[in-house]
């Protein structure tokens, strides 16, 4: 087991005040696949990793072209020009990702070109990092208290609960979740008794506890999403073929110990 920034996105909650410092509706996303086309044509996002750096995405909200595969995307981070190149994970969730992870130590400027053209000119600050405390074990069955510092607040906070099952194939899908708001200066939530079910081999399938830090904002047709998952993995049973390499952070990998 071990503490993890989870690299798959997924669901979104009801915001539950407005702002009037940019556009949207009344879902924030938690995951840049989430951002309605009627808000946003582009989603940037910004994924802090365990060595705080950021992985950075460029997702389109529209249905994607094969022609978009050849788009020439281009990013300037402050002094930094990033270029993007076109991916189509197993999952066929299609995006441009940039090359390698970035520093992002304060409020740098961004500008984004699309095809030459330039559709963003703002810019990125760092998301404030969640630390939390996490039980030694976890029972679905039963509540369990998060606790978790933050040095500053951030614009959302997001309580998460996740299980994964794996299948003979090894390909896991996130078959049950439990996402909700909490306001931003809080720093504790009980997931309640079976807010997870478990539906597939107990000894296949792994939950995630986690606590997630988001800023959002849109400019000008483009959002920009800046965000971290500080989670922990438990294995569902005792005794689990699933198990969670000590010491790795930042994606989900999980390695699973075939009989013998």
């Known amino acids: 087991m071990t503490k993890s920034i989870l690299g798959l996105f997924v669901g979104f909650v009801l915001l539950l005040t407005f702002t009037a ?3 949207r509706n009344i879902d924030v996303p938690t995951d840049p696949t989430r951002v309605s086309s009627n808000d946003a044509k582009w989603v940037l996002s910004f994924l802090l990793n365990n060595i705080d750096k950021y992985t950075i995405e460029l997702h389109s909200t529209s249905d994607f072209t094969a022609e978009m595969q050849n788009y020439n995307i281009e ?7 990033l270029d993007f190149y076109y991916a189509n994970p197993v999952s066929g969730l299609e995006f441009w990702s940039a090359y390698g992870v970035y520093d992002i130590p ?9 095809n030459g053209t330039t559709v963003l000119n703002s810019f990125v600050t760092p998301v404030n990092k969640a630390n939390a405390a996490f039980p030694a074990s976890y029972n679905y069955l ?8 933050v040095t ?8 998460r609960a996740e299980s994964f099952f794996f299948n003979d194939k090894w390909s896991y899908a996130a078959y049950s979740s439990y996402i909700r708001q909490v306001s931003a200066n809080t720093r504790n ?3 309640p008794a079976n807010c997870l079910t478990l539906e597939g081999d107990s000894l296949n399938t792994v939950f995630s506890i986690g606590i997630q830090e988001i800023d959002y904002k849109i400019v000008n047709k483009t959002a920009i999403l800046v965000s971290q998952i500080e989670n922990y993995y438990y294995p569902a049973a005792a005794g689990s073929k699933i198990r969670v390499p000590a010491d790795y952070h930042n994606a989900l990998v999980i390695h699973k110990i075939l009989s013998k």
Do not use: H, M, V
């Open 21 to 23: 410092c940019d556009r």
């Open 75 to 81: 990013l300037t981070l402050g002094d930094s020009l």
């Open 106 to 114: 304060e409020q740098l400027p961004i500008k984004l070109k699309i």
């Open 142 to 149: 039963q509540p369990l208290t998060l606790n978790w510092a």
């Open 152 to 159: 500053s607040g951030n614009q959302y906070q997001f309580a």
């Open 189 to 191: 939530y009980t997931f």
